[in-house]
């Protein structure tokens, strides 16, 4: 079992390497494909994606959907738990909803992506997405900023509250991480949620991100 984190090593938030810490601090083994702005998919990274014991890969939407498509389209990645963590832009989230299986957001992200200015933490404000939720058991996961997440599927909801702790540069990518972590090891969806929002408390930014 383990979790291959497709994005930018480098930037502000160093999001796979922060993502790939978070998978391991939750008991998951990790391997990186490190993708900058110029720097395309070759060889060696989908040699990365296509080993045996990857269960899941968790991808950045900075990279760009086309680029992310070429890692999750593999065939050995079909059988994988494919997800997104969506750009605080909103940007390529909706391309993203025909290939990933699961798309992370913020609340930032997530008005982003409606073409709003900003949305309620509230379940209802997230219904929208159901009609966009087409591919078996695909889920969106929204990280409230006030503490709490929620996950919708097509057919159901399911809100898990937590402490309103802020937020920090690296909070979507350890949240993000830990969800990877959890559906890497088969651990269900309350629990998932409640293992990542204490994972993006600033409070573990010391021990767990490098």
Do not use: K, Y
Request: glycine share 8%.
């Amino acid at each position: 079992m383990s979790v291959c984190v497709l994005g930018p090593a480098d930037g502000v938030d160093r999001w796979a390497i922060r993502s790939a810490a978070a998978a391991a601090a939750a008991g998951s083994a990790t391997t990186q494909i490190d993708v900058g702005d110029a720097r395309p998919i070759d060889e060696s990274d989908t040699a990365t994606a296509r080993a045996a014991d990857v269960r899941v890969v968790l991808a950045s939407s900075v990279v760009g959907a086309l680029l992310i498509a070429t890692i999750f389209d593999l065939p050995r990645a079909q059988p994988c738990r494919r997800i997104a963590v969506i750009a605080a832009d909103g940007s390529e989230a909706h391309a993203l909803f025909g290939i990933a299986d699961m798309l992370i957001f913020s609340t930032a992200a997530f008005a982003a992506m409606l073409g709003v200015a900003e949305i309620a933490d509230d379940v209802a404000a997230l219904l929208p997405v159901q009609a966009l939720l087409t591919r078996p058991n695909q889920a969106a996961v929204v990280r409230f900023g006030a503490g709490g997440a929620v996950a919708v599927w097509a057919d159901r909801t399911l809100a898990v509250s937590g402490p309103d702790v802020g937020e920090d540069d690296g909070a979507m990518a350890r949240f993000g991480g830990t969800i990877a972590a959890a559906v890497d090891q088969g651990i269900g969806p309350e629990r998932a949620l409640e293992m990542a929002l204490a994972a993006a408390a600033p409070l573990r930014l010391a021990m767990i991100a490098p």
